[in-house]
């Protein structure tokens, strides 16, 4: 009897263990400067701009 109060309580314990870590983690959510990037790479995307990656690398050599 003992030993399956002390299993149903390790349960509890571990569910409990489960929500604390599930509110801990946070969404990533992009920095102000970080959208900003990305308006500006997806208006050179549209304007014929943008340059492949490759392309910057071979520019860097």
Not at 1 to 11: C, D, F, G, S
Not at 41 to 59: L, N, P
């Amino acid at each position: 009897m003992a030993e399956t109060t002390l299993n149903q309580i390790n349960k509890k314990l571990s569910e409990i263990d489960t929500k604390l870590s599930a509110l801990l983690v946070k969404k990533e959510t992009p920095t102000s400067e970080e959208k900003l990037a990305i308006k500006r790479g997806e208006q050179e995307f549209k304007e014929g701009k943008f340059e492949s990656w490759r392309a910057v690398k071979a520019k860097m050599k």
